[in-house]
């Protein structure tokens, strides 16, 4: 039953995303993040959250914790890891910058 409210909550979410971002973000995005995390930072699944317009402070302080190995999670402190503090920041602002719009 939670999987199933889950299910129709992001299925009526709705996303819209034009950031003026270099080719490049999406690019890193496709190969290292939206497997799980979707482009449109939406999750692919359970246990993995989902990012859209999460506040860009957060997002970055996450990456960087996760970097540091003060926050650990044995796939996300290998992939913050090999993310340099520029990609940090721009991937940081790039999913907070996605609008969601929860219809009821
Ligand atoms: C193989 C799946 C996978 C990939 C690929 C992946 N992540 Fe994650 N990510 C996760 C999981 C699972 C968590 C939750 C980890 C935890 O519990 O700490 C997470 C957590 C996060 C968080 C913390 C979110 C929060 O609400 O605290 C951020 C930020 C994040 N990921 C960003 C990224 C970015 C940016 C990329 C690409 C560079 C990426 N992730 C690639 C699975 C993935």
Redesign the pocket.
């Known amino acids: 039953m939670i999987r199933l409210t889950f299910s129709i909550i992001f299925g009526l979410i709705l996303v819209s995303c034009k950031p003026c971002y270099s080719d490049s973000t999406e690019k ?2 496709n190969v ?2 939206a ?3 979707g482009l449109q930072g939406i999750s692919k699944g359970a ?3 989902h ?1 859209a317009g ?1 506040p860009e402070s ?2 970055k302080e ?2 960087e914790k ?1 970097k540091a190995g003060e ?1 650990q ?1 044995q ?2 402190s290998i ?2 890891g090999q ?1 340099t503090n520029d990609e940090i920041a721009t ?2 602002s790039w ?1 907070s910058k996605i609008k969601i719009k929860i219809v009821e």
Do not use: S
Request: hydrophobic share 50%; with cysteine; glycine share 4%.
């Open positions: 890193i995005i290292k993040c497997t799980c995390h246990g993995v959250p990012l999460q957060y997002l996450q990456l996760y926050r999670h796939i996300m992939i913050a993310l991937l940081a999913y």
